[in-house]
């Protein structure tokens, strides 16, 4: 009955399993029995079985309903009648603790599957676990579990996958472990666990998923892991390991994330670790670490996540780390680091968080500090030997923390609201902290509207009394500043207090952000709950008025129901979002799966990238996106009429009430919104996927360009523009034989757009004809879309020619006899009505090729 699949098969399921399902282990095994299509007959059952699961009590009184306990809630069985299925969850068991050892495991010699997860269980795990030598998949996590790992556990050689995080496990790890061959993933995080980690476990080598976090593991890491070649994800955070991290991590070329925070390493971190190119998030806070970083870093090229804050690391902060084109995050606070802060800092696109505090960074502070274009920008650079004047341009800074350092001079950036990448969010800071500096000069008024600010301590004066300043944002500042002795007194308290709060405040903020973060990174579907808070979630950014958050989006969304969804393409799909202030959105979600697939999340930060750089009417406006490997979307605006494809296509209706003035309109903004795009954007941006798919249309039916997953910067430097996209049907010609995209293959897919639009559908084979000579007499009356009246006025006559002549310019085969959408753009909305009178019935479309 369980069809054992192929181990590549299998690897694949398992892996999308893995991280797809942690947070809330609501999973079927890859192989999990279908619990409906098991429907045995009812003679055959196995009675002994059935004797043991009444025995268990977690039934209550559900086999007095149904003799046949293969019908029963949570249980599945084979064809032959015998039980390979027990899942908790499915049972609707009464709140009252119940225990596991009354479950009699010897009875079931064919289970398979066992989930018994966040079932209020008690007791250990009994030895007789070792008799259910079918098990592959087992889960006890989420209970309240205590005792030790049994060693007969390591008789189940066909398990793949053991979960019993989450319990109060104690004792060690039995070296017998290394007998679970098939083992794919091992949680045992968050229990009592004690001892080294055994030198076997690297003969677990299909290992995919290893997490031991939360234990009091001690011993240093065997070398051995090294050989857990499938390895994507170890975590040991939080035990009391010590040691050296051995160099054979080197070899876990599949790492995706490593986590070996809050332990007791020591030694340097080995250059090794280069080699793990798979890399995205790395973490090793809170250890003994010293030495410096290694510019070999430079080589994780996925790495977005870089923690190795509270350690011992001394050094500069090599520039070679801004090589990283994908780093979100980078913390490096509570170390020994000295020298300058690079300016290479200003890379990075996607740096959006940065804590170099507590240091001994000095000189000055590069310009801008941050490219990030997303809102939440967070700097922290406080409590260094940082010099020199605050930098005039700081980029796109949400909190600002440059307490601390011996910086002068005045505070220069007040005029700060115009970000290019998000020129139409009103930028400013909600938390500004210059405390304890030599800072002077007049403070700006315009300082009083950020939200939190801190400019304690510093030689600042102001004239009118410091009038909207909150004095306790004041301390310490020269006496004209402040204007009464109360506040001198005051002086001496606050910097107790402040000694005192600080640590308390970091270790809330810290415990705090692991909590978010933790939680971002376990989470399935996406499921969060009241506890992310407003604009603390790292990876979440908006940009539409500051104001969407991320749990308004899941919210409105049901948690992205499939009833919200209004669409799905090749990579993800589309969802009608109403937020609280009535504001409708669409999101576009990127696949679960597909977020793991490099070239799809390349196409999503590149459409990111683009939108954030350009501003027009008649282009889809972003609000705001959430960039995190497991969670993917884009926010926009929401266009109520769909794709100009669907308004032409499906639906008679929708396409009778697009007349000919209104396509001619959809036309020419298409048009401006290219010439745009080509034209007045440096360098230039080519769409490469022109199609009637990918212009939207608004309310009053105003076309709005889509979907930049694969447009380009038109880099004059770079000769690769080689990669082929774009849509059949729609490319230009000479895309067949080169592989050099240009603004004129834009040019093309108008054309066809343009053709389409008029037509009514797709002009497919038609186009080549339209340059035969041999068809010279097919009359524009024949091409145009028949569901509407040919126009009657000469307005829309004319336009409609015009818009002819232009698109068969567009549609020439050779890309340099295209005009420019300039060109196209221009002649659209300056035509000239012209007195001459135009019948269709008349005119050829031959007669338009000039
Ligand atoms: C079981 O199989 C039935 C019929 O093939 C299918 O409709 C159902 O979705 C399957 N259920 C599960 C849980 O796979
Ligand atoms: C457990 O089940 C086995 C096999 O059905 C049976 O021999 C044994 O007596 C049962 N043990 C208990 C304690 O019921
Ligand atoms: C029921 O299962 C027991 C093992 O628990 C086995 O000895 C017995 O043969 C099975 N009986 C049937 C009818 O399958
Ligand atoms: C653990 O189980 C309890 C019920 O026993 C449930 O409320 C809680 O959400 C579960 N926690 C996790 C992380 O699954
Ligand atoms: C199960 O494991 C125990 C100890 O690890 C061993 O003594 C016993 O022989 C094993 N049983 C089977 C059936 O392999
Ligand atoms: C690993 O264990 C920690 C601690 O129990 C837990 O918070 C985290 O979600 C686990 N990670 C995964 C991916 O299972
Ligand atoms: C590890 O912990 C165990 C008990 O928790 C202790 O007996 C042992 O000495 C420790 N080993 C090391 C290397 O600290
Ligand atoms: C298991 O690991 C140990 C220690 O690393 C090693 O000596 C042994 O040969 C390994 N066994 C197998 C079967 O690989
Ligand atoms: C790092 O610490 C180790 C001890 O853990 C010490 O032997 C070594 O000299 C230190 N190296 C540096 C560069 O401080
Ligand atoms: C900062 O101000 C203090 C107090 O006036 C002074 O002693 C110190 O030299 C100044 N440092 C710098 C770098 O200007
Ligand atoms: C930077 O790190 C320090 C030390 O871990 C912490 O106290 C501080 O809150 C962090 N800053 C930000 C902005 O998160
Ligand atoms: C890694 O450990 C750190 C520190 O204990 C924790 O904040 C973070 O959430 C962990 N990350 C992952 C991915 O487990």
């Known amino acids: 009955m369980v069809a054992k699949c192929s181990n590549c098969a299998l690897l694949i399921i398992a892996v999308v399993l893995l991280f797809s399902t942690t947070g809330s282990y609501r999973i079927f095994p890859p192989n999990a029995p279908n619990l409906t299509t098991v429907e045995p007959p009812s003679s055959s059952f196995n009675n002994s079985e059935r004797q043991a699961l009444i025995q268990s009590g977690w039934w209550g009184s559900h086999h007095a309903i149904d003799p046949n306990h293969c019908y029963w809630r949570g249980v599945s069985c084979d064809d032959a009648g015998s039980v390979v299925g027990i899942y908790g969850w499915e049972l609707n068991y009464e709140s009252k603790l119940l225990q596991l050892q009354t479950l009699n495991f010897t009875a079931f010699p064919n289970l398979v599957s066992m989930s018994l997860d966040g079932m209020g269980l008690t007791g250990s795990i009994p030895k007789e676990i070792g008799t259910v030598t079918k098990l592959s998949y087992l889960v006890l996590s989420n209970n309240s579990l205590h005792g030790k790992l049994p060693p007969t556990l390591s008789n189940l050689t066909q398990l793949e996958f053991l979960y019993v995080s989450f319990n109060s496990l104690s004792g060690i790890i039995p070296s017998t472990f290394s007998l679970l061959e098939n083992l794919i993933s091992l949680e045992l995080d968050s229990n009592q666990i004690e001892g080294p980690i055994p030198l076997q476990i690297g003969n677990l080598s299909n290992l995919i998923k290893l997490n031991l976090s939360h234990n009091l593991l001690n011993g240093s890491i065997p070398f051995t892991l090294g050989q ?89 902060i090599p520039p070679k780390l801004f090589q990283l084109s994908n780093l979100v995050s980078l913390h490096l606070s509570n170390n020994q680091l000295g020298g300058n802060i690079p300016s290479e800092i200003r890379n990075l696109d996607f740096l959006c968080d940065i804590n170099l505090s507590n240091n001994k960074l000095e000189g000055l502070i ?8 997303m809102s939440f920008g967070k700097v922290d650079f406080s409590n260094n030997l940082l010099s020199g004047n605050i930098p005039s341009k700081i980029g796109y800074v949400d909190k600002l923390n440059m307490s601390h350092n011996l910086l002068s001079g005045s505070i220069p950036f007040l005029s700060i609201s115009d970000n290019p990448y998000i020129p139409w969010r009103e930028y400013s800071l909600s938390s500004l902290d210059l405390s304890y500096n030599n800072l002077t000069g007049i403070l700006p008024v315009e300082l009083t509207t950020i939200p939190y600010i801190n400019l304690s301590f510093n030689f600042f004066e102001c004239p009118q009394g410091c009038k909207g300043f909150h004095a306790k944002s004041l301390i310490g500042n020269t006496p004209r500043s402040v204007n009464s002795s109360v506040q001198v007194q005051k002086t001496e308290k606050p910097r107790n207090l402040i000694v005192i709060a600080l640590p308390i405040t970091c270790c809330f903020l810290f415990i705090i952000f692991v909590g978010i973060l933790c939680y971002i990174r376990c989470t399935n579907k996406v499921k969060f709950e009241q506890s992310s808070k407003k604009d603390g979630d790292l990876f979440s950014i908006w940009n539409y008025d500051g104001k969407i958050a991320f749990e308004d989006i899941i919210e409105a969304t049901q948690d992205f129901d499939i009833r919200h969804c209004i669409g799905t393409g090749a990579y993800g799909s589309v969802y009608k979002a109403q937020l609280p202030s009535g504001k409708i959105v669409a999101l576009k979600k990127l696949h679960q799966r597909e977020s793991q697939n490099p070239s799809f999340d390349k196409s999503f930060r590149n459409e990111i990238k683009m939108l954030s750089q350009i501003r027009h009417r008649n282009i889809v406006k972003l609000h705001g996106f959430c960039l995190h490997n497991r969670c993917m979307f884009l926010v926009y605006e929401y266009m109520e009429r769909g794709s100009l494809f669907y308004a032409l296509s499906m639906d008679d209706d929708e396409a009778k009430e697009l007349s000919w003035s209104k396509r001619v309109n959809i036309i020419s903004g298409t048009a401006n919104a290219l010439a745009y795009m080509h034209h007045d954007c440096f360098p230039p941006i080519v769409h490469r996927d022109v199609t009637s798919n990918n212009i939207l249309l608004n309310s009053e039916l105003h076309a709005v360009v889509s979907d930049f997953g694969t447009a380009r910067l038109l880099d004059p430097d770079s000769s690769n523009q080689t990669l082929q996209v774009g849509t059949y049907g729609y490319l230009a010609p000479e895309l067949a034989y080169t592989m050099t995209v240009t603004e004129k293959c834009d040019v093309y897919s108008f054309g066809v757009v343009a053709l389409e639009t008029l037509m009514g559908r797709h002009p497919g084979v038609l186009i080549l004809s339209l340059f035969n000579s041999s068809n010279k007499n097919i009359m524009i009356k024949d091409l145009l879309d028949s569901r509407i009246r040919l126009p009657l006025c000469q307005r829309d006559t004319q336009a409609i020619v015009q818009v002819l002549i232009l698109a068969l310019a567009c549609l020439r085969s050779d890309p340099k006899s295209r005009p420019s959408m300039q060109q196209v753009a221009y002649e659209l909305s300056n035509f000239e009505q012209s007195s001459l009178s135009l019948s269709f019935s008349k005119i050829s479309v031959f007669q338009l090729i000039a």
């Open 228 to 316: 857990s070649k499938n390895l994507i994800y170890l975590n040991l955070d939080s035990n009391q390991i010590e040691g050296h991290i051995p160099i054979e991590i080197g070899n876990l070329k599949q790492l995706q994330i490593l986590n070996l925070s809050s332990n007791y390493l020591s030694g340097q971190i080995p250059l090794q670790i280069e080699a793990l190119v798979s890399l995205q998030e790395l973490y090793i806070e809170f250890n003994q670490i010293n030495g410096s970083i290694p510019s070999e870093f430079q080589n994780l090229i996925n790495l977005h996540t870089l923690y190795l804050s509270h350690n011992m690391i001394s050094g500069v």
């Open 366 to 373: 590069p310009s801008p500090i941050l490219n990030c274009f």
